[in-house]
Every structure is written in structure tokens, then in C-alpha cells.
């Protein structure tokens, strides 16, 4: 898989939105840019995924840069509850299914 | 919301000894998965399974490691002699197809190895 590369660690203030950015400049054509995040003590969940379009779902959205090389994962408003590490993967969907984890962005919640 | 539920939630072991992690997938999903996180280190893919059969492994999936759906519910990981090296969480996922399709996580299995 296409190697991605994201902040170790980023601050937000509660209710403010949140910007994470993922930098993925070897993605081939075939690569999907897929965000999970893991809450303390929980298994990762899936956030978003997209391809080349702009996303949006109720957890999130994706903005995707035109030439694809990275994205960005926002939350509109952050809560206490989104403090987590969040991890931005590249799937090749011809490729295995299985997911490769990076260090992610450690997101903490400002009260 | 249907989800993935993995027992124990902590299993402690004496090294040298057989344990099975156990995971009942979501019901619809076709696809099971092996993961684990060594304390502070990544989240690392073992194995994964898909029409009875393991479809991908890593190089930590070696012949200690087994998997099997042994029934229409439970996906099962056994591992036959444990180090003190396996001690991690594992966690099981599902998807309902490969390729983009999510995947969903159980909240894992503490492994202790003594």
C-alpha cells in the first residue's frame, strides 16, 4: 500500500472545527483514501472514504486535493468525544482487502 | 447498530500454552479479519477470511496461528503456543464485501502471556 504521512499530534478546542491533514504524494489511480480512528481503549472505526470527489457523511468530511496527493479530514465541530487517533490509509481496491495502519494523528480535545 | 463482539476482554495465559480469542462478526458480513496492537506500537493486519478460507496473511501470521469459522456465527483465532512476544490487543473485524467496503471492529482482546 501507499505510504501516507500525517502530524503526530494535533490540539482542538471544543466546538471549533478541526482540520487533519494527510499527505498520500505516491497514491496511484486506484487508490482510495480511507479514514479510521481508534478512541482510547476501543478498536479503530471507520470514518469516511472517498476517491476524488469531496465526501460528506454525519461523522465527517474528506477534501480531497485535485491532483490527489492529499486530503484532508475535517470534523465540523469537535466534541470531547472525537479525541482520538485518527489514521489516513490508502486501498488500492484491486488490491487486498486488508488495512495497513500508519502512527495516525493523535487528536486531543481542548475543553 | 448491529457490531462486533470479541470475548474474553481480557485473557491472561501461561506462555507455552493454547489460547482462543473468539469474535462473532456482524451477521450479513462476509469478510473476517485478525488485527493486533502491541502496547504502544501500531495497529498490525494478521489474517484475513473469506469464503472458509484464509484469503491474505502477514509474516506475524505463522503456523502458531490458526483461524476458523467453526459455525454460521463465531470467527475464532487460536494461538497454539504462546510467547511472551503475543502479548497485545487483538481485534476481529467484518466487512460486508472487500475492495472499499468498511470495515467494522470489535473493542479487542486484551492477551496477557505470563
Known amino acids: 500500500d501507499a505510504k501516507t504521512t500525517q502530524p503526530n499530534s494535533m490540539e482542538s478546542n471544543e466546538e471549533e472545527p478541526v482540520h487533519l491533514p494527510c499527505n498520500h504524494s505516491?497514491?496511484?489511480?486506484?487508490?482510495?483514501i480511507h479514514w479510521y480512528r481508534q478512541l482510547p481503549s476501543q478498536g479503530p472505526e471507520y470514518v469516511i472514504h472517498?476517491?476524488?470527489s469531496n465526501v460528506n457523511n454525519r461523522m465527517a468530511s474528506l477534501a480531497i486535493a485535485e491532483d490527489r496527493k492529499s486530503s484532508t479530514l475535517i470534523l465540523h465541530r469537535a466534541t470531547l468525544r472525537d479525541a482520538a487517533v485518527y489514521y489516513c490509509?490508502?486501498?488500492?481496491?484491486?488490491?487486498?482487502?486488508?488495512?495497513?495502519f500508519g502512527t495516525g494523528t493523535r487528536l486531543t480535545v481542548i475543553p | 447498530e448491529p457490531e462486533v463482539t470479541q470475548t474474553p476482554s481480557h485473557q491472561v495465559t501461561q506462555m507455552g500454552q493454547e489460547v482462543i480469542l473468539r469474535c462473532v462478526p456482524i451477521?450479513?458480513?462476509?469478510?473476517f479479519y485478525w488485527y493486533r496492537q502491541i502496547l504502544g506500537q501500531k495497529v498490525e493486519f494478521l489474517v484475513s477470511?473469506?469464503?472458509?478460507?484464509?484469503?491474505?496473511k502477514s509474516e506475524i501470521f505463522d503456523d502458531q496461528f490458526s483461524v476458523e469459522r467453526p459455525d454460521g456465527s463465531n470467527f475464532t483465532l487460536k494461538i497454539r503456543s504462546t510467547k511472551l512476544e503475543d502479548s497485545a490487543m487483538y481485534f476481529c473485524?467484518?466487512?460486508?464485501?472487500?475492495?472499499?467496503?468498511?470495515?467494522?471492529f470489535g473493542d479487542g482482546t486484551r492477551l496477557s502471556i505470563l
Open positions: 473485524a467484518s466487512s460486508v464485501g472487500g475492495g472499499n467496503q468498511p470495515q467494522h
Open positions: 505516491t497514491i496511484s489511480g486506484t487508490d482510495y
Open positions: 472517498g476517491l476524488t
Open positions: 490509509i490508502l486501498r488500492d481496491v484491486s488490491g487486498a482487502n486488508n488495512l495497513f
Open positions: 451477521s450479513n458480513h462476509l469478510y
Open positions: 477470511f473469506y469464503n472458509n478460507e484464509i484469503s491474505e
